[in-house]
């Protein structure tokens, strides 16, 4: 009976993870989920190309977001990643989806981006937790 209770449970565990999509947007990292935007939001552009984003979510807070590899404008996108990108630090995924954050003025487009690439990230993040 020992064994077969071993058995289950492993079964269990086994599709439990399966359940998880491996599709390499989500991953976790010591208790903290990281949300990579990258496929996610591939048809968001910001005034050049698209802004992928990593979003580090633990105990269902915002950690930090971080801009990955993109063709923005590289003056713009300083002015985002120094003023909008921490916007989100701290808030619960709930209030951060729905947060009304002013974009940077003079970099427009990516910041409308940004924002485009969290709300995605988020959305995803609350189905496949």
């Known amino acids: 009976m ?3 209770s ?3 449970g ?3 565990a086994v599709m439990l993870m399966s359940m998880m999509p491996d599709d390499g947007v989500m991953t976790k990292e010591n208790g903290t989920y990281v949300i990579n935007t990258t496929t996610l939001a591939a048809d968001v552009e910001g005034y050049q190309s698209p802004t992928p984003l990593k979003i580090y979510i633990k105990k269902n807070k915002i950690e930090k977001i971080e801009a990955l590899r993109n063709k923005e ?4 996108f300083a002015m985002v990643k120094k003023n909008l990108l921490d916007k989100w630090n701290g808030m619960t995924v709930k209030k951060a989806a729905t947060a009304e954050v002013d974009g940077v003025t003079g970099a427009t487009f990516s910041s409308n981006a940004v924002k485009e690439n969290v709300r995605r990230g988020l959305d ?3 189905k496949h937790k």
């Open 124 to 126: 995803y993040y609350k």
């Open 10 to 12: 492993s079964c269990m």
């Open 6 to 8: 071993i058995l289950l």
């Open 73 to 76: 404008t590289p003056k713009y």
């Open 2 to 4: 020992k064994k077969v």
